[in-house]
């Protein structure tokens, strides 16, 4: 649906390519293990987590399951402050929204936040080719707009970068973008932020227009929340006299009171920080105080259809801390640009397919970028149950069934290139409803098992590629039981 | 149909065999969670600010109210500000005795003018002790959002006990969600380099809390 990375090749494929890259491999077990043993730390650190963990699972369900209510309720209060409301049933049309009101200022640059819901809309594209340059403000993003690159992580899009990387990025296009990194920069995080700092101000004195998305927003109140490091959002969120700001339908919570819930998970999960450095919480306009001008574009773009899907719904509790992310092995080793979506990592393979549809190859091929493993489920801060999904979704893709898909209920066909699962699956079924057949499959098997392939031939090979075929025994167990204690004596142990 | 409709059409649609009527958030959501964690004195609730300020890189000093003044002169000459913004409403005591040249944030100063100013001096509305946290609401002693943000160096002073709770949720039932609030957590900071945080981005790259005791007015809480 978004412009961003189409045409992406299926994940193992893409994976395939970044499993061999040593310096990818150890940037990303190095900035993984770093905030694991962190995280798990600042969470100890709270008694309730647990309590905390299923309030905040409560909150999100309660909110998803009555959206009808909150949404207007939010709209209502983000108009009676002073701001206005927009409606994107889809990213073109969020984009030409944002790219109408940016026109209207007069303006042709805007600064930008890190947010995730322009990411997914591919806003910095459509602004571009109206244009009107958008400048990413967010250091990791910043990394990735100068390398010309594709976020890989959601908290830390360039999280793919070790320090002498940027510093070789920052040293060679900073000047495209405008004041140039200094002569003589080294790799020290603290200099390439100093950089960064030096590079961006200017920017931000001078911006008329903000863009940012919004981490929650609050449906009695009207307050939007952005939680952020490093002060950019501040800049972007107070300094511009125009505020736009896209924001996912999913991000609302009923009442001001639930905002103490997430924040004292979020930050733990995402940065392993007791509190992240700045938290700004605005409510529509104020006077003399910040933007004067403040529109909120509420996006669906697939949420709808995912909220439509009674086991895949839990995806839209998602807060993006990234926890889940961190400690998944196959991300850890595959990287997040092979997930071909700005989210990545194990949230990515359940909400991507369900965002977006399964009929792409790299859509289709998500819900198995996964060994089922449920450390994502462990420390996800809303319980996502993400193993739960992924199975539910290799179900769609292999069997078809329905689904919703702009609003609409299609039946979707059984994807292509799973006809030998399916195959296998009903042979296996067939045989398991018959014990004579499978009985008399299980002793040719064993008979013949010196001449059992190392690989598998056919559309088993890809399977067999990773794996060790399993040893068929000499004898099947059946014939074992049958032979040692067998026949109905009913001896010690037996069967009757 | 305008969007609105079409997308809440969708959700209706979506929610199909869901629960029908208001819907009851209070019998939703089990609040059985901690309000805050652990049991301390007033005392060590305030050392516990202090501890966790300091554990983010914010620099903490404190002092009774007598020698505040004295205190903030000093903390802008050792910084070598020459210019200091000041929000409406800080209590005029405050900066007597300092040397830098007093900015007033006026409707009319740029970005640009905040930009060319050494430091700030503020007060806040409530502080968080668990998370070592500032939280400002634009009250008049602390100004617009901006004079806190553009200026490198920010001394923010905190009226002890009185302005300090000991956890977020706390803090959220003192606040006003119809003002622009701020919640600040130690200096500018990064994770964005492998994940390993740095201090000083964009934000006042030092930050500088004044813990006050015997405050007269009970001001902000």
């Given at each position: 649906?978004?412009?961003?990375?189409?045409?992406?090749?299926?994940?193992?494929?893409?994976?395939?390519?970044?499993?061999?890259?040593?310096?990818?491999?150890?940037?990303?077990?190095?900035?993984?293990?770093?905030?694991?043993?962190?995280?798990?730390?600042?969470?100890?650190?709270?008694?309730?987590?647990?309590?905390?963990?299923?309030?905040?699972?409560?909150?999100?369900?309660?909110?998803?399951?009555?959206?009808?209510?909150?949404?207007?309720?939010?709209?209502?209060?983000?108009?009676?402050?002073?701001?206005?409301?927009?409606?994107?049933?889809?990213?073109?049309?969020?984009?030409?929204?944002?790219?109408?009101?940016?026109?209207?200022?007069?303006?042709?640059?805007?600064?930008?936040?890190?947010?995730?819901?322009?990411?997914?809309?591919?806003?910095?594209?459509?602004?571009?080719?109206?244009?009107?340059?958008?400048?990413?403000?967010?250091?990791?993003?910043?990394?990735?707009?100068?390398?010309?690159?594709?976020?890989?992580?959601?908290?830390?899009?360039?999280?793919?970068?070790?320090?002498?990387?940027?510093?070789?990025?920052?040293?060679?296009?900073?000047?495209?973008?405008?004041?140039?990194?200094?002569?003589?920069?080294?790799?020290?995080?603290?200099?390439?932020?100093?950089?960064?700092?030096?590079?961006?101000?200017?920017?931000?004195?001078?911006?008329?227009?903000?863009?940012?998305?919004?981490?929650?927003?609050?449906?009695?109140?009207?307050?939007?929340?952005?939680?952020?490091?490093?002060?950019?959002?501040?800049?972007?969120?107070t300094l511009?006299?125009?505020?736009?700001?896209?924001?996912?339908?999913?991000?609302?919570?009923?009442?001001?009171?639930?905002?103490?819930?997430?924040?004292?998970?979020?930050?733990?999960?995402?940065?392993?920080?007791?509190?992240?450095?700045?938290?700004?919480?605005?409510?529509?306009?104020?006077?003399?105080d910040g933007?004067?001008?403040?529109?909120?574009?509420?996006?669906?773009?697939?949420?709808?259809?995912?909220?439509?899907?009674?086991?895949?719904?839990?995806?839209?509790?998602?807060?993006?801390?990234?926890?889940?992310?961190?400690?998944?092995?196959?991300?850890?080793?595959?990287?997040?640009?092979?997930?071909?979506?700005?989210?990545?990592?194990?949230?990515?393979?359940?909400?991507?397919?369900?965002?977006?549809?399964?009929?792409?190859?790299?859509?289709?091929?998500?819900?198995?970028?996964?060994?089922?493993?449920?450390?994502?489920?462990?420390?996800?801060?809303?319980?996502?149950?993400?193993?739960?999904?992924?199975?539910?979704?290799?179900?769609?893709?292999?069997?078809?069934?329905?689904?919703?898909?702009?609003?609409?209920?299609?039946?979707?066909?059984?994807?292509?290139?799973?006809?030998?699962?399916?195959?296998?699956?009903?042979?296996?079924?067939?045989?398991?409803?018959?014990?004579?057949?499978?009985?008399?499959?299980?002793?040719?098997?064993?008979?013949?098992?010196?001449?059992?392939?190392?690989?598998?031939?056919?559309?088993?090979?890809?399977?067999?590629?990773?794996?060790?075929?399993?040893?068929?025994?000499?004898?099947?167990?059946?014939?074992?039981?049958?032979?040692?204690?067998?026949?109905?004596?009913?001896?010690?142990?037996?069967?009757? | 149909?305008?969007?609105?409709?079409?997308?809440?059409?969708?959700?209706?649609?979506?929610?199909?065999?869901?629960?029908?009527?208001?819907?009851?958030?209070?019998?939703?959501?089990?609040?059985?969670?901690?309000?805050?964690?652990?049991?301390?004195?007033?005392?060590?609730?305030?050392?516990?600010?202090?501890?966790?300020?300091?554990?983010?890189?914010?620099?903490?000093?404190?002092?009774?109210?007598?020698?505040?003044?004295?205190?903030?002169?000093?903390?802008?000459?050792?910084?070598?500000?020459?210019?200091?913004?000041?929000?409406?409403?800080?209590?005029?005591?405050?900066?007597?005795?300092?040397?830098?040249?007093?900015?007033?944030d006026?409707?009319?100063?740029?970005a640009?003018?905040l930009?060319?100013?050494?430091?700030?001096?503020?007060?806040?509305?409530?502080?968080?002790?668990?998370?070592?946290?500032?939280?400002?609401?634009?009250?008049?002693?602390?100004?617009r959002r901006r004079i806190t943000l553009v200026?490198?160096?920010?001394?923010?002073?905190?009226?002890?006990?009185?302005?300090?709770?000991?956890?977020?949720?706390?803090?959220?039932?003192?606040?006003?969600?119809?003002?622009?609030?701020?919640?600040?957590?130690?200096?500018?900071?990064?994770?964005?380099?492998?994940?390993?945080?740095?201090?000083?981005?964009?934000?006042?790259?030092?930050?500088?809390?004044?813990?006050?005791?015997?405050?007269?007015?009970?001001?902000?809480?």
């Open positions: 649906m978004s412009g961003t990375f189409v045409g992406m090749p299926s994940f193992p494929e893409a994976a395939h390519d970044a499993v061999r890259d040593a310096t990818l491999r150890a940037n990303l077990r190095h900035a993984t293990h770093t905030i694991r043993a962190k995280r798990a730390k600042a969470v100890a650190e709270l008694d309730d987590w647990a309590e905390l963990r299923e309030a905040g699972r409560q909150i999100k369900d309660h909110t998803l399951r009555h959206l009808d209510t909150y949404l207007p309720r939010l709209e209502e209060s983000v108009v009676r402050a002073g701001g206005t409301v927009h409606w994107a049933a889809d990213a073109d049309e969020a984009n030409r929204i944002v790219t109408g009101l940016v026109q209207a200022t007069g303006e042709r640059e805007v600064v930008k936040v890190k947010s995730m819901a322009t990411q997914e809309i591919g806003l910095n594209e459509a602004l571009a080719a109206e244009g009107i340059t958008a400048y990413e403000t967010d250091l990791a993003e910043l990394i990735v707009q100068l390398g010309d690159d594709r976020p890989s992580h959601i908290l830390v899009p360039a999280i793919h970068r070790n320090r002498g990387e940027i510093r070789d990025i920052f040293a060679r296009t900073m000047s495209e973008w405008g004041r140039p990194a200094p002569e003589d920069l080294t790799d020290t995080p603290a200099e390439l932020a100093e950089a960064a700092r030096l590079h961006l101000r200017e920017k931000f004195l001078r911006a008329k227009v903000g863009i940012s998305g919004a981490n929650f927003m609050v449906a009695d109140t009207g307050t939007l929340v952005v939680v952020e490091s490093e002060g950019n959002g501040r800049m972007c969120l511009p006299e125009t505020l736009i700001s896209v924001v996912g339908i999913e991000k609302l919570v009923p009442s001001w009171q639930d905002l103490e819930v997430f924040l004292q998970t979020l930050p733990r999960s995402s940065t392993a920080e007791r509190m992240n450095p700045y938290t700004s919480m605005w409510t529509g306009t104020t006077d003399g933007p004067q001008a403040f529109h909120l574009v509420l996006l669906d773009n697939g949420r709808t259809d995912t909220l439509a899907d009674e086991v895949g719904r839990q995806a839209l509790r998602c807060i993006r801390c990234s926890a889940c992310l961190n400690v998944c092995p196959v991300y850890e080793r595959a990287g997040g640009h092979a997930y071909g979506s700005v989210y990545p990592g194990p949230i990515g393979a359940i909400l991507s397919p369900q965002l977006r549809g399964t009929e792409s190859e790299i859509d289709a091929s998500l819900p198995y970028a996964s060994s089922l493993c449920g450390a994502c489920y462990e420390v996800c801060p809303v319980a996502i149950d993400i193993p739960e999904v992924l199975v539910h979704l290799r179900e769609r893709v292999v069997q078809g069934g329905p689904a919703t898909r702009r609003g609409k209920k299609v039946t979707l066909r059984p994807a292509k290139g799973h006809a030998a699962e399916r195959a296998a699956m009903r042979a296996a079924g067939l045989a398991f409803a018959h014990p004579g057949a499978l009985a008399f499959g299980q002793r040719i098997a064993a008979r013949t098992r010196r001449f059992h392939p190392r690989r598998l031939p056919g559309p088993g090979r890809a399977w067999s590629d990773s794996r060790a075929v399993p040893e068929m025994p000499a004898e099947p167990f059946r014939d074992w039981w049958q032979r040692t204690r067998g026949t109905g004596t009913g001896e010690k142990g037996g069967a009757k | 149909m305008s969007s609105r409709d079409v997308i809440l059409n969708r959700v209706r649609r979506a929610l199909v065999g869901g629960p029908d009527g208001a819907p009851d958030l209070d019998a939703a959501v089990d609040r059985s969670y901690l309000v805050e964690h652990g049991a301390r004195s007033v005392e060590e609730t305030v050392d516990l600010l202090a501890e966790n300020l300091a554990d983010y890189r914010a620099i903490v000093h404190r002092t009774d109210l007598d020698g505040l003044a004295e205190l903030l002169a000093r903390l802008l000459a050792e910084r070598g500000a020459r210019s200091v913004v000041v929000p409406p409403g800080l209590p005029s005591g405050w900066l007597e005795g300092a040397d830098p040249v007093r900015v007033h006026l409707e009319a100063s740029t640009q003018d930009d060319a100013v050494d430091s700030v001096v503020t007060g806040c509305a409530v502080a968080v002790a668990e998370t070592g946290t500032l939280v400002l609401d634009g009250s008049p002693d602390q100004g200026p490198d160096h920010h001394i923010c002073v905190v009226r002890v006990p009185d302005q300090v709770v000991s956890s977020v949720p706390q803090a959220l039932r003192r606040l006003d969600p119809a003002r622009p609030l701020t919640w600040i957590s130690g200096p500018s900071a990064t994770s964005d380099i492998e994940l390993d945080r740095v201090e000083g981005v964009h934000g006042p790259r030092t930050l500088e809390v004044v813990l006050v005791t015997g405050s007269p007015e009970g001001h902000g809480c």
